[in-house]
């Protein structure tokens, strides 16, 4: 079938807005209809050719949520109809890691969703018979898309899909690195660094799970009144004295959990330093740039701090997802106020331009409009 799809053409220009070609979906894969897409960093990073590991030509896109339009061969779990968000992170439930409840890594397509490919090495998506990659296994900045079953999750119809979407990325990364990563116990002092989507995320997580005390620190006020409204209770600017002020709050000994949500490794340091001595945990969410390490005096570690990762935030996406959306649902998460411009496919370019100028924390391309 025709569909238009933005389609990265070359590293460090704007995505061009095409018609290209969708081949049928083949066993265990599923044609989907997307509703909307949020526009995230992981997309411009790429289109901006800072990624090493990106390819083109490429649709971008990966925090979709649509509807289920045609299953192949042997796929169970889903039918026509379903409402499904995509996940860059599959659980295929088979794999020694998806046996595992200490990770949400799942094994089962990684090489060739790293280049690019489908499954089974191949691609669904071409123009005039020459193949185009789809990108993250997802490629949602179109108006349809082939993915494995394994990498869709099935939520609630219920769920307006213009706010499921970013449960597909930063939001479900965010909060699942107090859930699962960091399991916050209630009571507990949190400190989060950044409130973009993954920071808010992470405020929100570290509230469902009853920490008393939320501190965010970020250096733009207008994310800092976010954060208070999902939940911190104290915020700080950051910059060279953030661990000093944190210190200064918890009664000089830091804080139970820590996370680090800006992708800055000065602030991953930072959060590993304002951790408490004797358990303190930090997590670190954000990516880093390539080459760039961690710097941490061992003395902090000795002294009972320990640190770990998160990626997607542990999250399983089929299994868990679902289960955000549907607090979502019961009124416990907040998603409205972290989408600020509702686009259409043909203004995704906005949306990179939007990030750029941290104006609001998603924008949302929806194909209605
Ligand atoms: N682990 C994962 O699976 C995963 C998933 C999605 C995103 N990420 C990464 O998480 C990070 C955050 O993503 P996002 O979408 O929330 O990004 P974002 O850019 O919207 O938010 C980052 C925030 O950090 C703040 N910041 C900058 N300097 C700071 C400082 N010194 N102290 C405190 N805050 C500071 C910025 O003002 C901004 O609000 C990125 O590195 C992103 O690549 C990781
Ligand atoms: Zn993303
Ligand atoms: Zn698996």
Redesign the pocket.
């Known amino acids: 079938m025709k569909i238009r799809a933005a389609v990265l053409e070359k590293f460090g220009e704007p995505l061009e807005v095409q018609e290209v070609d969708l081949a049928e979906p083949k066993a265990g894969e599923v044609l989907v209809r997307l509703v909307a897409c949020g526009v995230?960093?992981?997309d411009l990073?790429t289109a901006s050719g800072a990624d090493p590991s990106g390819y083109s030509p490429a649709v971008l896109g990966h925090e979709g949520a649509g509807v289920v339009e045609k299953v192949g061969e042997g796929v169970g779990s889903l039918a026509p109809g379903d409402h499904v968000v995509t996940l860059f992170?599959p659980q295929c439930r088979e794999c020694t890691h998806c046996l595992d409840p200490r990770t949400n890594l799942c094994l089962a397509i990684r090489e060739q969703q790293n280049q690019g490919y489908l499954p089974d090495g191949t691609t669904r998506l071409s123009r005039d018979g020459e193949p185009i990659r789809h990108f993250m296994g997802t490629s949602t900045f179109a108006e349809y898309t082939v993915m494995p079953e394994i990498a869709l999750a099935k939520i609630a119809p219920e769920a307006a899909l213009d706010r499921a979407c970013v449960f597909a990325?930063?939001l479900s990364?965010?909060i699942g690195?107090a859930l699962n990563t960091a399991k916050v116990e209630p009571g507990s002092t949190c400190v989060v660094?950044?409130?973009?989507?993954?920071?808010?995320?992470a405020v929100i997580g570290c509230r469902l799970n009853g920490a008393e005390r939320i501190v965010c620190?970020?250096?733009?006020e207008t994310?800092l009144e976010l954060a208070r409204g999902q939940g911190a209770t104290d915020t700080l600017s950051?910059?060279p004295e953030?661990v000093e002020q944190i210190l200064e709050l918890t009664g000089a000994f830091g804080a139970d959990y820590t996370f680090e949500?800006?992708?800055?490794v000065?602030?991953m340091r930072?959060a590993v330093e304002s951790a408490r001595m004797g358990w303190g945990l930090a997590t670190?969410?954000?990516?880093?740039g390539k080459g760039e390490t961690l710097d941490v005096v061992p003395r902090f570690l000795i002294t009972g701090r320990r640190v770990a990762?998160?990626?997607?935030?542990g999250v399983k996406g089929r299994d868990q997802v679902p289960q955000f959306v549907d607090r979502y649902l019961a009124g416990d998460i907040d998603v409205d106020p972290l989408i600020s411009h509702t686009l259409s496919l043909d203004e995704v370019n906005r949306g990179f331009d939007l990030?750029h100028a941290?104006d609001g924390?998603r924008s949302v391309i929806s194909f209605d409009a």
């Open positions: 995230c960093h992981t990073f992170s990325c930063g990364t965010g690195a660094f950044g409130a973009g989507l993954v920071g808010l995320g620190v970020d250096p733009a994310r950051g910059g953030a949500a800006t992708g800055r000065d602030v930072q670190v969410c954000g990516v880093a990762g998160s990626s997607f935030g990030m941290q924390i």
